[in-house]
């Protein structure tokens, strides 16, 4: 749920949900004797509620271990078993899951997309909800989430013993910008992951909100599209800019070595317009060649990188020597929030950790 409010500096771009409703019931119907541990972490000064979801096959590894093992939240996340679990593995891949701008950790259909990524596969999620979503504490920004997101990658790097390598960073909606803002941060300090994922993204706040409607049919400014100058002057008032297409571009040209990019977007997507990853994906490819094409040179360097296919998915590949790889799925169907149970986002995290570059082109 995107809502505006005003403070001194203008337009406050607003992502916020609470509820008495508790996601715990959920860890106990839908998943397996401690596949979940839900506990905190630290960012700044705000307690951030998360998630460590265990892949089936660790669970059924170590079913007796974990079946003896105190069930629910815990309060010391470093003493419980399935944290040991993902700790001592020296091969255990991660994915680090953002989720979008309503609701929580279990809301909607947040936990089917952690079964198909844990059900089949050998990867563990984590996921948290944002300071003022959910469980956490305090009130979201854009520089809180991000910080949000910084302190979740430094948990699992630092506390978990999981190096980038082995992790996947990914959003949903919202996510994709803490996506954005979080692997930019790391990669300027040289620190490079497995790979990074956007599903359904937005290359900016002021050029989303010109085009985005809320549950598919509310506008918020896209009323004002007709009349360029005042759309320009309200786009000027938002305060949280979230300009993942920037952030992208920084990225590309930060990368040092390796490089997995994905965009992923449902060419039905009624809140997020499809073609807000056309420009992301054009601002991270642009950067791989220092250079800004106009919408006529664009469009005609990017259909040689580009493959349709025959049952609607339209597919786009960048590459900048054999590590830097940025990758586009325009799929037919999915919608906003079913894309994540697609299987085009279950093949991403596993072309990502694949070490065969073959596979990701």
Not at 143 to 151: E, K, M, P, S
Request: charged letters at 15%; a negative charge.
């Amino acid at each position: 749920m995107i809502s505006m409010s005003r403070n001194t500096g203008g337009l406050q771009v607003s992502w916020q949900f609470q509820s008495s409703f508790s996601p715990l019931y959920l860890t106990r119907d839908l998943f397996t004797g401690n596949q979940v541990t839900p506990f905190t972490l630290t960012s700044g000064n705000e307690s951030i509620y998360a998630w460590h979801v265990l892949p089936l096959t660790s669970v059924l590894k170590h079913e007796d271990r974990l079946q003896a093992a105190p069930v629910g939240y815990s309060d010391n996340i470093v003493a419980t078993e399935s944290f040991k679990i993902l700790r001592d593995d020296p091969n255990a891949q991660l994915v680090i899951s953002f989720h979008g701008n309503a609701g929580h950790i279990a809301q909607g259909l947040r936990t089917d997309h952690f079964h198909t990524l844990t059900d089949t596969s050998s990867f563990h999620v984590l996921s948290i909800d944002y300071r003022g979503f959910g469980k956490s504490t305090g009130i979201p920004s854009e520089a809180g989430l991000i910080q949000d997101g910084i302190a979740t990658v430094d948990w699992a790097m630092n506390v978990a013993g999981v190096p980038p390598n082995r992790i996947v960073v990914m959003g949903h909606s919202l996510g994709t910008a803490v996506t954005s803002g979080v692997v930019e941060q790391f990669t300027i300090r040289g620190i490079e992951f497995a790979g990074v994922l956007l599903v359904a993204g937005f290359s900016s706040a002021p050029t989303l909100l010109s085009s985005y409607s809320g549950a598919g049919f509310i506008p918020v400014l896209s009323p004002l599209r007709p009349i360029p100058p005042l759309l320009r002057l309200f786009q000027s008032f938002i305060v949280d800019k979230w300009d993942s297409s920037s952030r992208l571009a920084e990225i590309v040209r930060s990368t040092r070595t390796r490089l997995r990019l994905t965009l992923i977007h449902a060419k039905n997507d009624l809140e997020i317009p499809c073609y807000e990853s056309d420009a992301l994906f054009k601002s991270a490819a642009s950067a791989t060649i220092n250079q800004v094409l106009d919408d006529e040179a664009w469009l005609s360097w990017k259909k040689q990188k580009s493959t349709r296919f025959d049952d609607g998915i339209f597919i786009s590949i960048v590459t900048a020597g054999p590590d830097i790889i940025i990758r586009q799925d325009l799929v037919p169907y999915g919608g906003h929030n079913g894309i994540l149970l697609s299987s085009a986002v279950a093949l991403a995290v596993m072309r990502a950790f694949s070490s065969d570059s073959n596979t990701l082109i």
